[in-house]
């Protein structure tokens, strides 16, 4: 799997003057954090439901999940998931349409996707963007998103802003690293996306989840002082965006942090991370805490309120 393989890649580790109060925590362990790699949550618009991917390796699944009086419900598979590997579902801010990545066919009757990707190629291993829209309480065929998106068998992580423009990552010129892209959509018309201008494919950046209005972006990372891939946030002023600035070694661990997510009202940030829980030494480890992918969160609130100019960077 991608993840599994970004995960071997390593740079320079240091310490961030950024940091939090409190550590991250796991998302709904044993529902929702389970003992499989689980990743991506896309939340509907009221937080109460959550689309997310489960992975045993080779393949993954989209998954459901209700919360109600606290509790989420078991997963269940998305009704457009199953047959294929699918996998980063990406909520619009209207929860009117959800992009997630499948290998399926371009066309009924075609093979699966390759992906060529970190200098290989990986069979069935490909991705391109697909879009299911609301319809009632449910959802529609999915359909694939136009070429122009679509460039490559290796696309993957789709972000949606509230005026529809759609970031991504794909391979660099140099296939060993992948890069980030941002497709505006102007009246429904995908344009010809663009590399975001801190991302130059001379490192590998993943994963980026943009605010609906494309304020700050958060992505993943083999940028120094990554340890492997490690959190960043970069902000974005008068239309330009700054330099991204890492997450600090509270939120990053010495394994893989990926999978930006944000909340509907991207306060708080979701992410995916094989590292495992504080538990006493000695102590059994639930079935979930077993060192592949579970989702946790953190609150986004210091980053924002620095930049805001409410708290100075480094405070705590």
Not at 43 to 57: E, I, N, W
Not at 165 to 194: N, S, V, W
Not at 260 to 278: E, I
């Amino acid at each position: 799997m991608i993840r599994q393989a970004l995960s071997c890649m390593l740079a320079l580790a240091a310490t961030s003057a950024w940091a939090v109060d409190t550590a991250p925590a796991v998302f709904a362990p044993g529902v929702i954090s389970g003992p499989q790699h689980d990743s991506a949550p896309a939340f509907a618009p009221d937080g109460h439901t959550v689309y997310f991917s489960r992975s045993d390796g080779p393949h993954s699944t989209i998954l459901v999940s209700h919360e109600s009086d606290g509790r989420w419900s078991t997963p269940t598979t998305a009704p457009f998931s199953g047959h294929w590997s699918d996998m980063e579902p990406s909520m619009s801010p209207d929860g009117r349409q959800l992009v997630f990545i499948s290998n399926r066919p371009r066309t009924p009757g075609g093979k699966p996707l390759d992906g060529y990707f970190m200098g290989r190629r990986f069979p069935e291993g490909g991705g391109n963007l697909w879009v299911a829209r609301r319809e009632g309480d449910g959802w529609s065929a999915p359909v694939r998103l136009p070429d122009i998106v679509n460039a490559s068998d290796s696309t993957f992580a789709p972000s949606i802003a509230a005026d529809g423009t759609l970031y991504f990552m794909r391979p660099a010129d140099d296939p060993k690293h992948f890069r980030l892209f941002r497709a505006a959509c102007i009246k429904g018309i995908y344009q010809k996306p663009e590399p975001l201008p801190f991302s130059d494919g001379t490192t590998t950046d993943v994963d980026p989840a943009v605010a609906p209005d494309q304020s700050f972006l958060v992505f993943g990372s083999s940028r120094a002082p990554a340890q492997q891939i490690d959190l960043f946030i970069v902000f974005r002023d008068g239309g330009r965006w700054g330099t991204p600035k890492h997450l600090g070694n509270e939120v990053n661990s010495a394994g893989s942090d990926a999978e930006a997510r944000l909340s509907p009202d991207h306060r708080t940030l979701y992410f995916a991370s094989d590292r495992l829980s504080n538990s006493p030494p000695g102590a059994a480890r639930a079935d979930w805490d077993n060192g592949k992918y579970n989702i946790w969160d953190v609150s986004l609130v210091p980053w924002l309120d620095a930049h805001a100019g409410k708290a100075p960077a480094g405070s705590h």
